[in-house]
């Protein structure tokens, strides 16, 4: 059941594990570079709480938060980022290259558009009534396949739901500088019925995501649903050129994490986060524990 | 179809995909100007979309689209099959071929396999031009991942034609993704039959992917020539020549598998004529031919005396037939250069 409480602790662990991650990479745990996904969380726990057995989910860099809400173990996704053995793809893939059970994410813009693509096409042809969910931001909006697949995925019409995370920035470089025109019309023209919800608030996300989903799979046809959401953290480590005062207005507004605690008593609350912190704590700590990595 | 043995490397091409489609329903054919009547911009789909219409899907002129749609059709557990129309059009799909599908096994650390196959036809002389008429495959040669097979115009002893059973075997059996390097006008050619080699030699080396031609009864081989696809066939009758109008006496190694590769019938050869010319159709510069040179000399040190490369010159390909005959080597410039040589 898809309760307030639930909804809850599903965002808070999203947020509490790149938190934790974020706090340690200084210290050189963690090889490479990373994206977070604060203040996106609601858009993962909102779409893929409707995912049924056998469905398929396909993200991109900013991976965490899909990857979380999917089911994956934090413990195996610390492991991951640490470089280890035991991690996800064995220290292999790193953050942006996940693979387990039907999910699956990569690092290069618009190339996961054509994989969900092939992916609805092999699912609709095995007539399973498995769905595929593919997120996507609107920096990818610039990649020419994404267009050719759009095409495709109507003209066939293949059984995906496109969630365009639509937060406005683009690595450092503001969407109004890079996009012209209508973003709904992108995917309209191309004839796949459009959903748009400016919003991070998981009871508005929540029910519309399911309605998508719902028609995507007994129509074995294309959605695609625009969030508008507000990226709350930097693209990777520390790269965010936006002013402070911009910042503290959308934690202020924009926390999806805020606006659903304000739904749950206090003690209730406050014992989802001790217990999330702790998991994701055990978590942690069992990762650097194990063998490999930095 | 099937009762009759094909007659070219086209027919068994087609027979190839008909048997691949027959055997194993997870076969899809995908890519432009597919169906029927047409079959295809060089006919190799010829008849495919009339005997399985659900199971050949024409495309949108999107090479990128459809090559990245396959990757993930095969990650899903399809064994897809595009036809990129030119060979030229490789550039288009590299990133879907590189950063994509070649890469998801490893990526994944072994927990996903994206048996992708990509035909495309290579090479000029048909006046086609600049843009048409290109050898590229060796931007490929090298791509972690990625197998690249081209195929020789033998019948062997396959009912589908070497060709045809290469194609097959590749659909059917690899794991990894594959690029099919085909050639315009090796389409044409008669695949030869024992009859046709009735004055050759023939060692088939299966393990590593090697075809090995000399005369019949003829003296010690002088030199060795390497080179694949429908450049084979030039070599073929250069040899010929070499032996009768020369008496010069050459072997003749022709891989079917350019990556990865393994070399040992080639060293073998090397190790016993001590010269090396390889012959490609691509551009001279970083190709095939430097990394078989490359490889032979750190194999055999002093035991290779002499070693050539012969390739098409470094420029775009014209389209006035003189002209784009200077620009790609010929029959004529490989007994030249071997005549150099020996």
């Keep these: ?294 | 179809m099937g009762e009759q043995l094909p007659r070219t490397v086209l027919d068994s091409l087609n027979l190839g995909l008909h048997k691949a489609l027959v055997d194993d329903p997870l076969t899809i054919l995908l890519g432009e100007d597919l169906l029927d009547p047409y079959g295809g911009a060089f006919k190799v789909t010829r008849g495919l979309s009339s005997a399985f219409p659900d199971r050949v899907l024409t495309t949108p002129i999107s090479e990128a689209g459809i090559t990245g749609i396959a990757g993930g059709m095969a990650l899903r557990g399809l064994h897809p099959v595009v036809e990129i129309m030119f060979g030229d059009f490789v550039t288009l799909i590299s990133d879907q071929v590189i950063n994509h599908i070649a890469k998801f096994n490893s990526m994944y650390n072994g927990a996903a396999t994206a048996p992708v196959l990509i035909r495309t036809p290579m090479g000029g002389r048909r006046g086609y031009g600049p843009t048409h008429s290109q050898t590229l495959e060796k931007f490929f040669l090298g791509v972690p991942g990625l197998t690249v097979l081209a195929p020789f115009h033998l019948l062997d002893d396959d009912p589908l034609g070497a060709p045809g059973g290469l194609l097959y075997e590749a659909i059917l059996t690899s794991d990894s993704p594959v690029l099919f390097v085909e050639n315009k006008l090796q389409y044409l050619l008669k695949l030869l039959t024992p009859a046709d080699l009735v004055e050759y030699e023939l060692d088939t080396d299966r393990s590593s992917a090697f075809y090995t031609l000399r005369m019949k009864s003829a003296p010690a081989a002088m030199i060795t020539l390497a080179t694949y696809g429908y450049m084979a066939h030039l070599a073929l009758e250069a040899l010929h020549r070499l032996a009768y109008e020369y008496e010069i006496f050459c072997e003749l190694l022709v891989p079917t598998r350019l990556a990865p590769f393994e070399l040992q019938p080639l060293f073998d050869s090397v190790a016993r004529t001590g010269r090396l010319l390889t012959v490609e159709e691509g551009t001279f510069s970083l190709g095939w031919g430097a990394e078989v040179l490359a490889r032979t000399a750190e194999a055999l040190g002093a035991g290779l005396r002499q070693a050539r490369r012969l390739a098409a010159k470094e420029g775009v390909i014209p389209v006035a037939p003189e002209l784009e005959a200077a620009c790609l080597p010929g029959v004529d410039d490989i007994i030249a250069r071997v005549r150099e040589m020996v």
């Design chain 1, 1 to 294: 059941m898809h309760t307030d409480m639930e909804l809850f602790r599903r965002l808070y662990r999203i947020r509490r594990f790149e938190t934790v991650l974020l706090d340690h990479f200084k210290s050189g745990i963690f090889p490479g570079t990373t994206h977070a996904s604060l203040g996106q969380e609601a858009n993962a726990v909102g779409v893929l709480a409707h995912l049924q057995e056998g469905d398929v989910v396909v993200s991109n860099h900013r991976s965490h938060g899909h990857f979380l809400a999917y089911g994956g173990d934090p413990q195996a996704l610390f492991a991951e980022l640490m470089g280890k053995p035991s991690g996800v793809c064995g220290g292999v893939g790193g953050s942006q290259h996940l693979h387990w059970r039907n999910f699956y994410s990569s690092g290069v813009q618009g190339g996961t558009v054509a994989m969900a693509a092939g992916m609805a096409l092999a699912e609709k042809r095995a007539g399973n009534g498995a769905i595929v969910v593919d997120f996507m931001g609107d920096g990818t909006l610039g990649e020419g396949i994404v267009y050719e697949c759009l095409n495709m995925i109507s003209l066939w019409q293949l059984p995906v739901l496109i969630v365009l995370e639509h937060n406005h920035i683009a690595q450092t470089t503001p969407a109004k500088l890079t996009i012209a025109g209508s973003v709904s019309q992108r995917f309209e023209t191309f004839g796949i019925p459009t959903a748009e919800l400016d919003s991070s608030d998981i009871l508005e996300i929540f029910p519309l995501a399911g309605t998508l989903i719902s028609q995507v799979r007994v129509e074995s046809a294309p959605r695609a649903l625009i969030i508008h959401t507000e990226r709350l953290g930097a693209h990777s480590k520390g790269d965010d050129t936006r002013p402070p005062e911009e910042l503290v207005n959308l934690w202020q507004f924009r926390d999806p994490i805020a606006i659903h605690a304000t739904r749950l008593p206090e003690a209730e609350r406050a014992r989802i986060v001790d217990e999330v912190d702790a998991d994701i704590q055990r978590a942690f700590e069992a990762a650097l524990g194990a063998k490999g990595g930095v």
